[in-house]
């Protein structure tokens, strides 16, 4: 450790492979953590107020907890220093510092990186007695009471928890999860658009709604609790039934991805996912549409689909290992155009 800081420490971004817009249904998900970390300082100042430096962006906001900083990015992290405090921890005031390999903007949860990241750092700073659930319990807390964005829990716990090289499945009801290997003789690729996504300005609180209002018509506490698709498809209303449809089947697709150990088996059921995200909760784009078809036409390629929220971002691709950076050259060179530069995210 740095003898400038009293505490450092660092939390992964992530990578979701299947199970997209389920967890706040109650559902299943299947992300996995990417190498691209954020990390967090922080030496006390002796002051009651926050000096947070960002230093990939070059900003330094200053705040205290009378004080709330208006600053989107500094919200998350004041959330999380809020959050111990109302679970007991005496914070003190602090000079912080983040520092973030994650792609921002782009599916890959930097923002749950920064949470979890400024949650552990916290930890180890005043020895919390949180493990790592709670730490993840508290990181969705602060993105959807400070930084107003009513996500699930999938980014945060997939922080806190999965590892880079197997796929975390996560019940989100129970918080239940074990690993899962990625199929032999595959490995991830993940691509970006280039066009940008803006979670809490986007869809994303609207999909959530409509699920709950699927819900309710449904008679169930949420989505999770629908036994029949049957009874999705006898909805009258058009955009609900479609909704409900994509989290009914999603969860089914996770679940047999989870159990299935042969890439080809796996990668279809990606393919599936993009079209279910695309065609009936509609949060695809036509540039991801473009991306994601431009990857499924590789032969090394054994599926793809749109990754986290959507409405812009990055896709992820299950590719033969050897033929990755041949993948990526030949997709982008076809994909890359004066409007819109995808670049390679992972590996
Ligand atoms: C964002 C949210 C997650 C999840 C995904 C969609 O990443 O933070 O909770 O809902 O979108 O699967």
Redesign the pocket.
């Known amino acids: 450790m740095s003898a400038e800081f009293d505490a450092i420490a660092a939390a992964p971004g992530r990578v ?1 492979l299947l199970g ?2 389920t ?2 249904n109650d559902g299943f998900v299947l992300p996995v953590a990417i190498t691209q970390r954020t990390r967090v300082a922080m030496r006390r100042n002796g002051t009651d107020g926050f000096s947070l430096h960002a230093v990939e962006l070059g900003e330094t906001v200053r705040f205290s907890f009378a004080e709330p900083p208006a600053d989107h990015f500094a919200s998350y992290v004041h959330g999380c220093l809020a959050l111990a405090r109302e679970q007991g921890a005496q914070v003190p005031g602090l000079d912080i510092e983040v520092r973030s390999e994650v792609p921002m903007g782009v ?1 890959l ?1 930097s923002s749950a990186a920064l949470e979890v990241a400024t949650l552990r750092c916290l930890r180890q700073l005043l020895d919390l007695p949180f493990d790592d659930v709670v730490v993840a319990q508290l990181a969705q807390r602060a993105e959807i009471e400070y930084a107003q964005v009513r ?5 945060q716990m997939a922080s806190s928890l999965a590892g880079t090289d197997r796929a975390l499945l996560i019940d989100t009801r129970s918080l239940a999860r074990r690993d899962v290997p990625l199929p032999a003789g595959s490995a991830v690729l993940v691509l970006d658009s280039g066009v940008a996504r803006t ?1 809490a300005g986007s869809g994303y609180n609207q999909r959530r709604s409509e699920c709950e209002a699927a819900a309710r018509t449904l008679g169930v506490a949420s989505l999770r609790d629908v036994q029949r698709l049957e009874d999705i498809e006898a909805l009258a209303d058009d955009v609900l039934r479609r909704r409900a449809r994509h989290v009914f089947t999603e969860n089914a697709r996770v679940l047999q991805a989870a159990e299935c150990h042969d890439a080809a088996a796996f990668g279809e059921l990606m393919n599936a996912s993009h079209a279910s995200l695309r065609d009936d909760y509609e949060v695809s784009t036509p540039e991801l549409d473009r991306l994601v078809a431009l990857l499924q036409q590789q032969d090394a390629v054994f599926g793809a689909r749109l990754t ?2 959507g409405f812009g971002g990055a896709c992820v691709a299950l590719c033969r290992p050897d033929a990755i950076d041949d993948v990526s050259a030949v997709v982008l060179q076809k994909y890359n155009s004066p409007k819109h530069a995808g670049r390679q995210l992972v590996p």
């Open positions: 979701n997209e817009h967890d706040y599916g949860s996500c699930g829990i999938m980014d979670l986290g929220a």
